[in-house]
């Protein structure tokens, strides 16, 4: 994880004798202070009005100013920054995060190694103060990830990029003990999802399939986590073709990763499917030139699977995990699969290949199958699926398909919680007919039309109707290369990894 310069504490008392360089208060759109402000800053108070009435400062969602205060004998805060919340109507969860992402970049920029910070003790529309307290760390967490490894520079010329900020937040006394325990695990939640931010951001030189293996051991070596990994050898014995078909143009063979968490006794267990493709050219199907180097990021779903994994070990769920991911390199050479090729997958079932740019959906049919060896109560996959689900849902919600209407409900219920937003499509019967071959049980696409859903139909056939299935297409949510948002540097952004997390700690324990 590489932000490893960012501290989250928790403060039980808030006076003005604070032992932190500078205090944050919100402001509410339309120059409202927070109410804390009256009771329990009253030395503040006339200094923070007299900015508010003069009307400098308006509260907006973003906005902020720093405030110098007189210190008494060298003690308490030597500053006030007032922080825009937005309309206090209006503020979400998301709202929060952004702010506790904006309030550690202010804070490098200013030098304010300490900031406390009121912002959570007060309840913001239908907000609990531990949600608030909550979102507010992990927005601290995630927005100050860098992914920075490959940039050469010098320390002492770019001072801010080493100053490590500690962000205490402000609770009540009596809930002090029972937060910090949940911060502790919301960090490793937010741990997870920078290693697949990570894993997400390197590129195809330096993350092979074997590569993605070594990572799941090295988390193994720390958490109670039993790693097994298929080389090739071993695919072709377990006639896994296409894991085999997808891997066989690049001088990098594929792997299946299978991780093990079971430590929650007699309580069902959940597979979870990762589709890994450390760099997707389309193969002998080439995509365009353009942006093609972000198809490093078509392994976000191997990422969200392991970065899970770390993170339901390191909070010592009592539950039972197999995470499943099948990783290949998808490039175009004399080796490579070719379109109108015929592949026999490990379920037995015949795929004609009409375009080797739909590979992800061959290496997941063959994950798919194998995990119902292992009996799961459920399973879920996850997989950079289809262009077409970006043209659908654009970067704002991840595709969510199936059978079974109850897990697909306990998944949206739990995206929703965390911020990770799924939407329903339909898998129709008459969808199923796009993907009839001539020549075999199936084509790998369906065309055009309804390209995620044909995508998801083509999976529903590698899963037995008996065991409750999803699959969650993350094509339009795992990376972000538009620098808009606080919590979100250019790149990837872990996502899967809190909805799973959140899914595993109500639904599986």
Known sequence: MTNEHMIVELYAEVVESWPCDAVAIGVYDGGQPQKIVETSCKEWSKDIDEVLASGWFKGKEGEF????????????????????????????????????????????????????CLIPLN???????????????????????????????????????????????????????????????????????????????????????????????????????????????????????????????????????????????????????????????????????????????????????????QAIASMQLEVNVV?????????????????????????GQWVEVINTDAEGRLILADALHHAQTYKPDMIVDLATLTGACVVALGQEASGLMGYDKKLLRRLARAGKRVGELLWPLPLLAGYQDLLKSPVADMKNVGGRDAGAITGGCFLSRFVEKSIPWAHIDIAGTAWDMSGKKPVQPKGATGVGVRLLCRFAEKELQ
Not at 205 to 222: D, F, H, V, Y
Not at 245 to 272: C, K, N, T
């Open 323 to 347: 995470g499943l991911v099948p990783s290949a390199e998808n490039l175009p050479s004399g080796t490579a699969q070719r379109p109108g090729d015929v592949i026999e997958t490990a379920s």
């Open 123 to 309: 309840r913001h529309n239908g907000i609990s103060r531990g949600a608030s307290v909550r979102h507010l760390a992990q927005g601290a967490w995630l927005g100050s990830y860098r992914f920075d490894r490959f940039k050469s520079k010098n320390r002492e010329e770019n001072p801010d990029e080493a100053v490590a900020v500690t962000l205490e937040l402000a609770v009540p006394s009596q809930k002090k003990e029972q937060l910090h325990k949940k911060l502790a695990r919301w960090q490793a939640i937010c741990d997870g999802q920078c290693l697949a931010r990570d894993l997400g951001n390197l590129p195809g030189n330096l993350l092979t399939p074997e590569g993605m293996a070594e990572q799941a051991r090295k988390i193994a070596e720390s958490f109670p986590i039993q790693v097994t990994v298929w080389d090739e050898k071993i695919l072709k014995n377990n006639r896994m073709n296409g894991i085999l078909a997808v891997g066989q143009g690049s001088m990098h063979p594929p792997r299946l990763i299978i991780m093990e968490y079971r430590q929650g006794g007699d309580r069902p267990l959940l597979a979870v499917v990762g589709k890994a493709i450390t760099f997707d050219s389309g193969g002998i199907s080439l995509k365009p030139g353009a942006k093609m180097e972000e198809m490093k990021f078509d392994m976000a779903g191997g990422a969200a699977v392991l970065g899970f994994m």
């Open 65 to 116: 100013m720093v405030l110098p205060l007189n210190r008494t004998a060298g003690v308490g805060p030597s500053g006030v920054l007032l922080m825009g919340l937005g309309k206090e109507s209006s503020i979400t969860l998301q709202t929060l995060e952004n702010t506790g992402a904006r309030l550690v970049k202010i804070a490098r920029d200013h030098g304010i190694a300490r900031l406390g």
